[in-house]
């Protein structure tokens, strides 16, 4: 037996046990495993030419799988008359009704504004196609020479709009949340990446799924099969609105396979290049703790100079810049360090995870905030940005902080109008 066989043999395993942990689609580790499960099996079809695994690459990301999957089942261990401490009220009796129209109004004004940057942007690439292909031309090239392109209200549109709507989400899908949604939604096609559409189109799957309690397998795959189904067509439909294939071979049915599966096994193939040479690939600058170096270096604590924003490409052997959660931790702290973090990661996450499934509406909001981060694992690594993780619980808990204040200034509509009727009666 091969050591790629071997190691989808261990990954089976691996994934079928995390979901016997918790019957959960939606527990982290389970999430982790069956993610580099997919990757794993993709590569062992052959459907796309991709250089083969080395059997230390695959030690590695099957060990990062495990420390992972052992911080869940220490997050297990967690009594359960902690993970009942709420903040807030599970279920508030009166909803803000002045607050939710606030974050509407907010984002819907804010809305024409972001069509009317990137249309200003696309105009600097003159004859490359559509308004958001020109756009993320633009985006991208700005981004390699290090220069920023948007204005900052516009560079935290679709986070703030994305999580007005999981918060929104945990209190009840009315009007406010649908235009919320809806606008968070274009802002996401807008921003000219697919990965935003995931992380909102996953986050409000997350929040539902909880909230009805139909985390099993089948149960999940019945309530989702149309968010599924609504996210592929996106996805591959938006590879060619903002993305450049007129140089490419196979027609629609072609170029749209060739992105999907190049997409989910060359950042692996990527790693293993980090993993065989990775000297080629030390940028003398940490990315793992960028957060606290910043501030210290903002303080002048330190000297820091963040890593660009885009990665060097390496060819796999078609061209990609993006080399699984793995690849920075690995550079920055070596295997035992990568491992550690790996553990200590899949514990916070399956402790959010857990404490979401207890009906907090922060936690519930965070959690399917935080859902996109392991969905892309085998992809690239979203659980180092710590500062946009407490920028959302910061705004999370002002906004819920202020809906639980008894002010008139802030008018609430009750839950249950009937019987409020009945008593004043």
């Given at each position: 037996?091969?050591?790629?066989?071997?190691?989808?043999?261990?990954?089976?395993?691996?994934?079928?046990?995390?979901y016997?942990?918790?019957r959960s689609?939606?527990?982290?580790?389970?999430?982790?495993?069956?993610?580099?499960?997919?990757?794993?099996?993709?590569?062992?079809?052959?459907?796309?030419?991709?250089?083969?695994?080395?059997?230390?690459?695959?030690?590695?990301?099957?060990?990062?799988?495990?420390?992972?999957?052992?911080?869940?089942?220490?997050?297990?261990?967690?009594?359960?008359?902690?993970?009942?401490?709420?903040?807030?009220?599970?279920?508030p009796?009166?909803?803000?009704?002045?607050?939710?129209?606030?974050?509407?109004?907010?984002?819907?004004?804010?809305?024409?504004?972001?069509?009317?940057?990137v249309?200003?942007?696309?105009?600097?690439?003159?004859?490359?196609?559509?308004?958001?292909?020109?756009?993320?031309?633009?985006?991208?090239?700005?981004?390699?020479?290090?220069?920023?392109?948007?204005?900052?209200?516009?560079?935290?549109?679709?986070?703030?709009?994305?999580?007005?709507?999981?918060?929104?989400?945990?209190?009840?899908?009315?009007?406010?949340?649908?235009?919320?949604?809806?606008?968070?939604?274009?802002?996401?096609?807008?921003?000219?990446?697919?990965?935003?559409?995931?992380?909102?189109?996953?986050?409000?799957?997350?929040?539902?799924?909880?909230?009805?309690?139909?985390?099993?397998?089948?149960?999940a795959?019945?309530?989702?099969?149309?968010?599924?189904?609504?996210?592929v067509?996106?996805?591959?439909?938006?590879?060619?609105?903002?993305?450049?294939?007129?140089?490419?071979?196979?027609?629609?049915?072609?170029?749209?396979?060739?992105?999907?599966?190049?997409?989910?096994?060359?950042?692996?193939?990527?790693?293993?290049?980090?993993?065989?040479?990775?000297?080629?690939?030390?940028?003398?600058?940490n990315?793992?703790?960028?957060?606290?170096?910043?501030?210290?270096?903002?303080?002048?604590?330190?000297?820091?100079?963040?890593?660009?924003?885009?990665?060097?490409?390496?060819?796999?052997?078609?061209?990609?810049?993006?080399?699984t959660?793995?690849?920075?931790?690995?550079?920055?702290?070596?295997?035992?360090?990568?491992?550690?973090?790996?553990?200590?990661?899949?514990?916070?996450?399956?402790?959010?995870?857990?404490?979401?499934?207890?009906?907090?509406?922060?936690?519930?909001?965070?959690?399917?905030?935080?859902?996109?981060?392991?969905?892309?694992?085998?992809?690239?690594?979203a659980?180092?940005?710590?500062?946009?993780?407490?920028?959302?619980?910061?705004?999370?808990?002002?906004y819920?902080m202020?809906?639980?204040?008894?002010?008139?200034?802030?008018?609430?509509?009750?839950?249950?109008?009937e019987?409020?009727?009945?008593?004043?009666?």
């Amino acid at each position: 037996m091969s050591a790629l066989d071997s190691t989808l043999v261990y990954f089976l395993l691996l994934t079928g046990l995390n979901y016997w942990a918790h019957r959960s689609v939606l527990y982290p580790p389970f999430i982790f495993s069956a993610m580099f499960l997919l990757d794993l099996a993709v590569f062992r079809t052959g459907w796309i030419e991709v250089y083969p695994l080395h059997g230390n690459t695959l030690a590695i990301v099957a060990g990062g799988a495990t420390l992972f999957s052992v911080g869940g089942a220490l997050a297990g261990l967690t009594p359960a008359m902690f993970l009942r401490i709420h903040l807030f009220p599970r279920m508030p009796k009166q909803t803000p009704e002045l607050l939710r129209r606030i974050l509407m109004l907010i984002v819907v004004a804010c809305l024409p504004i972001l069509f009317y940057e990137v249309f200003q942007i696309s105009r600097g690439q003159p004859g490359t196609g559509g308004m958001l292909m020109a756009a993320r031309l633009a985006e991208i090239e700005a981004a390699e020479n290090g220069e920023p392109i948007h204005g900052i209200l516009l560079d935290y549109f679709v986070l703030f709009a994305s999580f007005s709507s999981l918060l929104l989400a945990t209190e009840k899908k009315d009007r406010q949340f649908w235009i919320v949604t809806t606008a968070a939604f274009f802002g996401c096609i807008l921003s000219t990446g697919r990965t935003n559409l995931l992380l909102l189109i996953s986050g409000l799957s997350a929040i539902r799924l909880l909230q009805s309690k139909r985390e099993n397998l089948w149960a999940a795959l019945r309530m989702l099969r149309w968010p599924i189904l609504m996210f592929v067509v996106l996805y591959i439909g938006l590879v060619f609105t903002n993305k450049d294939v007129s140089k490419m071979a196979g027609g629609a049915v072609g170029i749209a396979e060739y992105f999907v599966l190049s997409y989910i096994v060359g950042p692996l193939a990527a790693f293993d290049s980090v993993v065989q040479h990775p000297l080629d690939f030390v940028t003398g600058t940490n990315h793992t703790f960028e957060f606290p170096l910043k501030v210290a270096s903002a303080l002048h604590l330190t000297s820091y100079a963040p890593p660009p924003k885009l990665d060097s490409y390496v060819l796999v052997p078609f061209p990609t810049n993006v080399y699984t959660a793995f690849k920075f931790y690995f550079l920055d702290v070596g295997i035992s360090g990568m491992l550690f973090i790996m553990l200590v990661v899949g514990l916070i996450h399956s402790l959010l995870y857990l404490k979401a499934r207890q009906g907090g509406r922060l936690s519930l909001a965070l959690f399917g905030y935080s859902f996109y981060a392991v969905l892309m694992v085998i992809f690239d690594d979203a659980y180092y940005t710590v500062g946009s993780y407490l920028r959302v619980f910061v705004f999370g808990f002002l906004y819920l902080m202020l809906s639980s204040l008894p002010l008139r200034v802030f008018p609430s509509v009750s839950q249950n109008p009937e019987k409020d009727r009945l008593f004043s009666s």
